[in-house]
């Protein structure tokens, strides 16, 4: 029997962490031989229903789950864990950006940083998926110095995974034939999704596809789709957003498929161009549980441009939290 895995999962009475944590129990993501802690942290407004979801993880008879820890307390909720996804924030409603919750979720993110700092494993993994998920993984980092800053990430799988769908649709292929989708900069809408490197069925997707539907259509269509399904649903993506926390965590513990990268924010070494020290969604490729930014891809003068307009971005938000830095 292996060793118990700890992981945290903020914000755990909330839609997202809904997905996610019946899934962690059946063993999407480490597999159907690891046992789990399950390290669940909310606001105290929330623990009541969190003690609900904890009745239901449990009614599951999940053979892997071992222990469910229960806590309004980000030390005692990050206490020994390997991993963690900080999911708890206020999503947006509809009309709003994502940098409008800059304000309200900021020090949220200072906080769990300090106790991650002092409460986690030396080695925890930390995924930020509440918003402004980019500058929200920077405070998270800038709070915990004693934790190697290439363990903190933030998501943009969720618009990796968008836009393979919209590819693998338009091209009326198999999402597995898509490959080298890249998501640069920051997930808002000024992320820039680049197909200039794509492959479908193994040949350049841009010989593929309609320069004015990739520019047009595509492009704002997965800068979008956020807003939109919040529009469409009433309320921001849950089930899918799950699900990419999934994918980056797995990408990233297990490796990506040869042959093919995956899209992850993770702190700017300057490649590309990119101030360094940015949270900055960057190809990339895992092994053995390490990221590499994927290099000497060729940026033309229209990726250049955009890849400009999305490090702005998060040079702006980066001045807005700078009371929040170390
Ligand atoms: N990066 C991405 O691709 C995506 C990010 N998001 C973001 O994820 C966040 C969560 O979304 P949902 O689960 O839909 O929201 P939700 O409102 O259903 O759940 C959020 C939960 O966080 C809790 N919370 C608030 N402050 C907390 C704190 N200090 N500590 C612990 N828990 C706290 C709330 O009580 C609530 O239960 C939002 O900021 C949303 O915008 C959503 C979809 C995709
Ligand atoms: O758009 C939002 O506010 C929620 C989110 O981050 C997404 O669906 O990508």
Redesign the pocket.
């Known amino acids: 029997m292996k060793t118990p895995a700890h992981i945290a999962v903020?914000?755990?009475?909330?839609?997202?962490?809904?997905a996610l944590l019946f899934r962690l129990i059946a063993g999407d993501l480490l597999g159907d031989d690891q046992p789990i802690v399950l390290h669940l942290?909310?606001?105290p407004?929330?623990i009541a229903?969190?003690d609900g979801v904890k009745m239901e993880l449990i009614d599951c008879a999940a053979p892997l789950l071992h222990d469910v820890v229960v806590s309004?307390d980000?030390y005692v909720?990050f206490e020994n864990a390997d991993l963690a996804f900080l999911?708890?924030?206020?999503?947006?409603g509809p009309g709003m950006e994502?940098r409008d919750?800059l304000r309200v979720?900021a020090?949220?993110f200072a906080?769990?940083g300090r106790a991650l700092n002092a409460s986690a494993k030396r080695t925890v993994k930390t995924l930020?998926?509440?918003?402004?998920?980019n500058t929200n993984a920077l405070i998270a980092q800038h709070n915990a110095p004693e934790l190697p800053p290439e363990n903190f990430s933030?998501?943009?799988?969720?618009?990796y995974n968008r836009a393979k769908s919209q590819v693998a649709m338009h091209c009326r292929c198999p999402v597995s034939e898509i490959k080298r989708v890249i998501i640069w900069g920051n997930?808002s809408t000024t992320q820039y999704p680049d197909l200039h490197h794509a492959l479908v069925r193994g040949k350049p997707a841009l010989d593929k596809l309609e320069w004015d539907w990739y520019e047009k259509d595509f492009i704002p269509t997965v800068q979008n789709r956020?807003a939109v399904v919040i529009q469409t649903r009433g309320?921001?993506?849950?089930a899918?957003?799950a699900n990419?926390?999934l994918d980056h965590m797995r990408d990233w513990l297990f490796g990506t498929p040869a042959g093919d990268w995956t899209s992850m924010t993770i702190l700017s070494d300057g490649s590309y161009g990119v101030t360094p020290g940015l949270m900055f969604s960057y190809p990339v490729k895992t092994e053995n549980a390490r990221y590499q930014i994927v290099q000497n891809l060729e940026i033309n003068e229209f990726s250049r441009n955009r890849l400009q307009i999305t490090e702005a971005e998060l040079l702006a938000e980066r001045e807005a939290v700078r009371h929040l830095l170390r």
């Open positions: 903020t914000g755990a009475a909330g839609q997202i962490s809904y942290l909310e606001i407004e929330a229903g969190l309004d980000p909720a999911i708890g924030a206020k999503p947006r994502r919750l979720n020090d949220i906080v769990q930020v998926v509440g918003n402004p998920a933030a998501m943009t799988r969720l618009d997930h956020g309320k921001s993506s849950a899918s957003a990419a926390a």
